[in-house]
């Protein structure tokens, strides 16, 4: 869960009990910078940084980012460089030695197993972020929002310290564009490392078929996630799917034909309204190894949201007075975007408003082919004048949030902005709260992940 939400203390708690913990890369280099700029009071990622195999890349990052003692609250954040298609030396070892920093942690001191989840979306990050989880020893790499194709072959590659490219989708164009990487010009040589396996993350018997297909595009298995997942969703099948309050609407055709999967032979789980132990049993009579559960974690004590939000979440959950809508046009991806209703969020329309368009962080540009040759990069968060001078289409990003920012403000590292106001969260949730409320009962002031998993193993 992203950006942090399943932060390494998450994942370690989950591993430690036995099960496949996952840390999220998304932003991850960000979040590390950050962690550094408030100080990184615990130690833990400096700890980290020290098992970093290149000595010079961890100097150079604890120069530009290590602040003793913390950083003042009223100082913005440094910026780190935006990713493009050719990123400089320092933005490529930046990703390899945070995504190496969370997996290490979250492995530290036990052999559990750990997964990373990548978003496919964020093609750029995506090579640099392998090779960092891989270093960290991690098991398992996740990855959906998109149709992850190539990254088996590429997990193949890396696990050798072999270069790889990777084939990326540039709007305006019919031209065919990569990026590469090479593991020599992090770490000078590289042995062969243990090969994670990988695990795509899908909506339909349709895109298994596809993967499947090919020794080259397929997974050692799949999460299958439906719609009530939190986080992002697949956009629904059916046209004129969005009502008039913008939120997408689900029918029959979004259903993932379970029986179908289970025919291609490849182990899957489930994800989206799995999480109570009425539905592990179900998933598992459905031929899945087990179940991905998100919402019910997230609320735990150990998760990146800020003790803020997780109590605004429960005392709503405890109420019954929590709202999740499906929103359409949030996410600057195009995919609708699970959003939790909540009061001091940019879920309020006003506070959306009021917010100055800026996109400062990027994850989410979308490199675009100008008209005049070369390539640029558009966000439908950043400001409308910019974005439609980039030939952006402004009806079509109308209420897109700059999620960016926002998620990093749910981990309590939002930016300051020079009037002094700090970004704001916008929080998503699924939308199917069986779970999260029976705990919220059982559990007024809170949970942890073991009293989560406690809970989804009752039988
Ligand atoms: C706060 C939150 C953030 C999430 N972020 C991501 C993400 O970055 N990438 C991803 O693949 N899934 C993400 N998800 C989906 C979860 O990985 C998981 O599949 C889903 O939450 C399962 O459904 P449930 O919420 O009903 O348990 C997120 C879910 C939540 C609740």
Not at 320 to 327: A, C, G, P, V, Y
């Amino acid at each position: 869960m992203g950006i942090a939400v399943s932060s390494w203390q998450l994942a370690r708690q989950i591993s430690l009990a036995g099960e496949l913990g996952v840390v999220s890369g998304t932003a991850i280099d960000s979040v590390i910078a950050r962690r550094l700029q408030d100080g990184d009071l615990s130690g833990d990622i400096r700890r980290a940084l020290a098992h970093f195999p290149d000595k010079a890349i961890e100097c150079e990052i604890l120069k530009r980012y290590f602040s003793e003692g913390g950083r003042d609250e009223t100082t913005p954040y440094i910026d780190l460089p935006k990713l493009t298609l050719k990123p400089t030396k320092m933005t490529a070892d930046l990703l390899v030695a945070a995504t190496f920093v969370e997996v290490w942690l979250a492995k530290e001191g036990h052999d559990g197993i750990i997964g990373i989840n990548l978003l496919e979306k964020i093609q750029l990050a995506i090579p640099a972020q392998i090779f960092g989880a891989i270093l960290a020893g991690v098991d398992y790499i996740l990855m959906g929002a998109g149709i992850p194709a190539q990254i088996p072959k590429l997990i193949d590659e890396l696990s050798q310290g072999n270069p790889v490219s990777m084939r990326v989708d540039i709007a305006d164009t019919q031209d065919k564009y990569t990026i590469t990487f090479d593991p020599h010009a992090v770490l000078g040589t590289t042995p062969p490392f243990a090969r994670p396996r990988f695990l795509a993350i899908v909506s339909s018997h349709a895109l298994v078929a596809y993967l499947n297909r090919d020794s080259e595009t397929k997974p050692d298995g799949y999460v299958i996630e439906n719609h009530m997942a939190g986080g992002h969703n697949a956009p629904p099948r059916a046209k004129n799917s969005i009502d008039d309050r913008g939120e997408s609407i689900y029918t029959e055709l979004d259903t993932p034909n379970i029986e179908k999967i289970r025919s291609l032979g490849s182990p899957f789980w489930l994800a989206g309204g799995y999480g109570t132990p009425e539905k592990i049993e179900e998933a598992i009579k459905l031929g899945a190894q087990g179940v991905q559960v998100g919402s019910l974690f997230a609320l735990a004590k150990e998760s990146g949201f800020t003790d803020e939000i997780r109590t605004q979440l429960r005392r709503s959950l405890t109420l019954n007075t929590l709202q999740i809508m499906t929103d359409a046009a949030a996410s600057p991806t195009g995919f609708p975007f699970k959003v939790a209703q909540l009061p001091h969020t940019l879920s309020g329309e006003n506070l959306f408003a009021e917010r100055t368009k800026i996109c400062d962080l990027g994850y989410l540009r979308q490199p675009f082919k100008r008209p005049t040759g070369g390539i640029g990069y558009r966000c439908p968060g950043e400001p409308d004048a910019s974005f439609e001078f980039k030939n952006g289409d402004l009806d079509a990003s109308a209420g897109s949030k700059c999620l960016c920012n926002a998620l990093m403000a749910d981990i309590g590292l939002g930016q300051v902005r020079p009037d002094g106001r700090v970004e704001l969260p916008l929080v998503t949730i699924g939308s199917d709260l069986d779970g999260p409320s029976r705990m919220a009962k059982s559990h007024p002031f809170g949970w942890d992940a073991l009293e989560a998993i406690k809970f989804l193993r009752q039988k």
